[in-house]
């Protein structure tokens, strides 16, 4: 989640009202800052949350290893005042996923203790995470569904789309394995889709990554595969 709210939802007129004593509330519980490296992990998966994190600025991957050893990429978000553990923070349960930086960036430190009693002392305030995390959840339930319930080709098509349409939170890696990750398969099965949409003439390979090339026809596949 964001320390800035969402444009929309129930109480996002409530939330713009108070949105500068909410991020006033986070940082009166700052303990200090770190500075992470390319590559560092900033949450890890199945260890105990320490601290909330702030990232003002910078790229983060967030990923999760099943028991099997298969890793599984939620996406790359460019962050802008983004909050890390809060699901954890409220559960207390250990970290669900590795929250790694994609390069040097430095992040704000929030002692939970001290978040717990402001919070406690101004029980409003939780209107943000409510809504932050109702938001989150639905946009990953989407995700997580089209995985399951799709052939990795369709899966690709569909990002590709949305990709383009939306400004999304989320967004893809510019090397294969981390894709094929992100469709959770391999790197294999994901070469072998990506060349089934090449191979219809409805994608190419761009300096960026892939590009649609025919986008009626992206979309009309999309529909013959419901």
Not at 116 to 134: G, H
Not at 174 to 184: H, I, P, T
Not at 186 to 214: N, P
Request: with cysteine; proline share 3%; glycine share 8%.
């Amino acid at each position: 989640m964001k320390i800035s709210p969402y444009p929309t939802g129930r109480f996002s007129r409530f939330l713009h009202q108070t949105s500068a004593q909410f991020r006033e509330l986070i940082y009166q519980c700052q303990i200090g800052s770190r500075y992470f490296d390319c590559g560092e992990e900033i949450l890890r998966q199945g260890q105990p949350l320490q601290h909330l994190y702030v990232v003002p600025v910078g790229r983060v991957s967030m990923s999760i290893i099943a028991a099997n050893g298969r890793r599984f990429q939620l996406g790359e978000a460019d962050c802008d005042y983004h909050i890390y553990g809060e699901m954890e923070f409220f559960t207390q349960t250990p970290c669900q996923w590795n929250v790694v930086a994609d390069e040097q960036m430095q992040v704000d430190i929030i002692c939970l203790h001290k978040l717990t009693e402001v919070l406690q002392q101004n029980p409003e305030m939780m209107f943000f995470f409510a809504s932050a995390l109702a938001e989150d959840y639905q946009d990953s339930l989407d995700i997580y569904t089209n995985r399951l319930l799709h052939p990795i080709a369709y899966n690709i098509a569909y990002d590709l789309l949305v990709q383009k349409q939306a400004n999304t939170l989320l967004g893809g890696f510019d090397k294969v394995n981390q894709e094929a990750e992100r469709f959770g398969t391999s790197g294999r099965v994901y070469r072998r889709a990506v060349k089934e949409l090449m191979d219809k003439g409805l994608i190419t390979k761009g300096e960026q990554g892939l590009e649609i090339v025919d986008e009626a026809g992206l979309k009309a596949f999309l529909d013959a595969s419901e």
